[in-house]
RNA sequence: GGCCCCAUCGUCUAGUGGCCUAGGACGGCAGAUUCUCAUUCUGUUAACAGCGGUUCAAAUCCGCUUGGGGUCACCA
């Protein structure tokens, strides 16, 4: 049974578009293979944690359609989801760890640690700890009796390859030399992210570690719990980290990174989930539009590419914007009501989505393009004042149209300009000036149609 | 800096020793359509990081160099 999981700290205002990215992976592999995908909150970091962010990290998660199976919010068999809530499970490792000689106490003071840090740093050696607890336990049993707060550290062997098999990467080797005598239990008694994830993932049967490639260097000691504890190890594979477009990590310092920002521009959950699929990945025909259900079944976790690409909005923009134009029109106009939130009257919001379904990238673009239809101009792009002589000729012409369509309005302003001898350019921007305020709009005719004869003069005539 | 990962057009990528004078997509540029803006269509631009090997043959395999990224917390 394939089981893989996300487990997403509420440290954040919301999910991290890069997390996302790994969901869709987890959730894709997990679908594949008729199995599960869970959500666990890994909210060991009191310090950090966020109010309401689970939440919305959930939420964020259902609007995009990567729906779970087990949680904190809907349970499951492995319960409870939540780290917090699993402290005396991670307690009785930590005990068992003890016991195997695979960690030991410490209540070396931050003081001192400090020190050792700045010392090694200066000799150019790796910042880490010196296992001056490990040789005194007793010494230090004594010590947290009394009340001293500790800590519990891994205790990492000397010269010992550590190997593993990554999915996506092959093997990675490493000397345990480079690697330091993490913490697993703070000072706190919360586990720290090493001890609880190796822990959870056991106990709740994840087959798959699908995580991002920042956690690779500390993959190591992870294989090192697992042996001590006598576990089985699932399988792992590091997907590779999104860019900013000057290739660091992506940040919110250089690029939008809540997933739930992309959906308040409006955009598309299944657009940014095709974009992400197609990060390190490419589909087997060379298909760059594809939905969730054809990604699931070509898939494949050992075909993603271990180099870090870099979101592109433009072409996450053009993505989008193709899937806008695939929508059937009823399903655009529902979700430009729902994006606008029922500000605009269904039957105009329907007339004229033929008219912008071609011009839209994003549904924010709709309030743009389509504004003038539920206002008046407020302002014009172009200066109309020296115009009144050949608008008032309009407002004349037009009132003589007597079917109010779109072919017939456009036959008659044809005829007009070619009368007056104004350039057929000019004088539809004017026109369109007139009537939307802004020299960019949907097809004038169409528009001036929708908004209907008495509405059309009216404009004109506040003009003239 | 140590350790680990990685390296094809500006970007996302195809390519798994001969099909590669390196293909596609986004973007850019030019043009066609057009009353604006878009859409659509056509054309065009642009890359195998460098150097050594291995081989009859290398973008593809190996080594070194360079470059990029990650990680070195009682954060995840």
Sequence with gaps: MVRTRIAPSPTGEDIHIGNLYTALINWAWAK??????????????????????????????????????????????????????????????????????????????????????????????????????????????????????????????????????????????IMSDNLDDQVLIKSDGFPTYHLAVVVDDYLMKISHVIRAEEWLASTPKHILLYKALGWPQPVFAHVPILRNPDRSKLSKRKNPVWASWYLDQGYLPEAILNYLALMGWSHPEQKEIFSLDEFVKVFDLKDIKSVGPAFDQVKLEWMNGQYIRQMKNEKLKIKILEFTENKYPENIVGKTIPLVKERMKKLS??????????????????????????????????????????????????????????????????????????KISPPLNESMEILGKEECLERIKNLT
């Design 365 to 438: 673009d709709y309030i743009f393009l389509c504004e003038f239809f539920f206002q008046k101009p407020e302002k014009y792009d172009l200066d109309l004042l020296s115009k009144k002589e050949l608008l008032g000729k309009m407002r004349d012409s037009l009132e003589k149209v007597t079917e109010w369509k779109s072919d017939k309005i456009g036959e008659k302003m044809q005829e007009l300009a070619k009368k007056e001898g104004v350039k057929t350019g000019d004088f539809f921007m004017t026109l369109r000036v007139a009537m939307t305020g802004k």
């Design 32 to 173: 594949k293979h008729q199995g599960k995908f869970i959500i666990r909150i890994e909210d060991t970091d009191q310090e950090r944690l966020i109010k309401g962010s689970e939440e919305k990290i959930l939420q964020t998660i259902k609007e995009y359609g990567l729906n779970y199976d087990e949680s904190t919010d809907i349970g499951g068999l492995y319960q409870p989801y939540r780290q917090s809530e699993r402290l005396p499970i991670y307690k009785k490792y930590a005990d068992e760890l003890i016991k195997k000689k695979a960690a030991y106490f410490c209540t070396c003071s931050k003081e001192r640690l400090l020190e050792l840090r700045e010392i090694r740093q200066k000799q150019k050696k790796i910042p880490k700890y010196d296992k001056h607890c490990l040789s005194r336990q007793k010494e230090v049993q004594a010590e947290i009796k009394k009340g001293k707060p500790f800590v519990v550290r891994l205790n990492i062997p000397e010269a010992k390859e550590i190997k593993f098999k990554d999915l996506i990467r092959g093997e990675v080797k």
